[in-house]
């Protein structure tokens, strides 16, 4: 367009049809940008090209068109725009129509390198947009596999616990129980009075020794709980007659005592599901959340036989979960019978 202004007043164009011209090119060229595919891209071109034809001057800024062309899906009508510039050789001076074709390949090479750079841009968006996704997967996957990671180890080293507290029970219990039992063998034939005091304090080192086995056994066993395997092992019963879902979702490095309170709940609402249940589903969801634990119990056994008082089970239940410091409710309804039990984390 600059070089086009230039031309029409070094070529002596009038001023009007410099400014008419030029509108119409910028119209053109906006339409064009607009419209790349539409047929509203070929009839402004058709346009223009009629008027260049009317208007011998109009074909000094006929290389917008050509620029525009370019970008046209149409191969045929590309040419036809490509070759409209030497029709300037019919109404103009061979100076001017020199220019025209001058300008109108200069306008081919600066569109196509245009569109070489439009392509190279989109191309290098869609990378990076590309790689930040990956970089995106690549992070949460390497944080799935690290949770999964330490999940195992804290699975492996609580089944070892298991197994050590399983050997200590079997193994070292027994022998000091029988042990124990032959000292007081030994106290009850023992007729020296001076061995006595010796065989008494034998016995209570004994007792004493198996008092605190049996802490560290339960200590060791209660650490090496793994919530979600207890809570699988309890619902089997259940599977037999109804279908259960289960939906856990809570870390194994869970404190003990909501540990133990979730599965003797669990335990105790499975017992009365399988005792006083006539339905044929069972929901059991427990979830961790940022400030608390959630547990909860439904099935769709119907409700008639329930009284307004609670019964030792329901009882139970509100004890254990008020030990730990939660709270503890339960809806009945005609088709549903639902317990839920909320424990707050230590802060």
């Known amino acids: 367009m600059a070089v086009g202004i230039a031309l029409s007043v070094i070529f002596g164009v009038k001023e009007i049809y410099i400014i008419f011209a030029l509108l119409v090119a910028v119209i053109v060229s906006s339409i064009s940008q607009y419209s790349e595919k539409d047929m509203l891209f070929y009839i402004s071109h058709l346009v223009y090209a009629v008027l260049a034809l009317i208007f011998p001057s109009f074909f000094i800024f006929m290389p917008v068109c050509v620029y525009e062309a370019v970008y046209s899906p149409n191969r045929y009508f590309k040419t036809v725009l490509w070759c409209m510039p030497l029709l300037a050789f019919a109404g103009n001076s061979l100076a001017e129509a020199v220019a025209v074709i001058l300008i109108s390949m200069l306008s081919v090479c600066v569109s196509v390198r245009t569109k070489e750079l439009g392509e190279l841009k989109r191309n290098l968006i869609a990378i990076r947009d590309s790689s930040a996704e990956n970089r995106r997967l690549l992070l949460e996957r390497n944080k799935y596999l690290s949770e999964s990671r330490d999940n195992e180890i804290t699975l492996a080293v609580m089944s070892e ?169 339960y809806y009945a309804e005609k088709n549903s019978f639902k317990i839920f039990v909320s424990i707050p984390k230590e802060r």
């Open 161 to 329: 616990r298991n197994r050590i507290a399983r050997e200590i029970h079997d193994n070292v219990g027994h022998m000091l129980s029988r042990t124990i039992l032959q000292m007081g063998a030994v106290n009850v034939l023992n007729k020296d009075a001076d061995l006595k005091p010796h065989l008494e304090e034998i016995s209570n080192s004994l007792n004493g020794a198996m008092t605190s086995m049996r802490e560290s056994v339960h200590n060791l066993h209660d650490d090496s709980v793994i919530l979600s395997k207890a809570v699988t092992e309890i619902v089997k019963p259940l599977e037999k007659n109804m279908t259960v879902k289960l939906d856990i979702d809570i870390s194994e490095k869970t404190p003990n005592n909501i540990k133990m309170c979730i599965i003797g709940i669990i335990r105790e609402a499975v017992s009365n599901i399988i005792r006083h249940s006539n339905g044929d589903s069972a929901v059991i969801i427990i979830r961790e959340h940022p400030a608390f634990y959630q547990a909860s119990v439904e099935d769709n056994g119907s409700n008639e036989k329930i009284s307004d008082s609670d019964g030792i089970g329901l009882e139970n239940m509100k004890n254990r979960a008020e030990k730990a410091g939660g709270i503890f409710k």
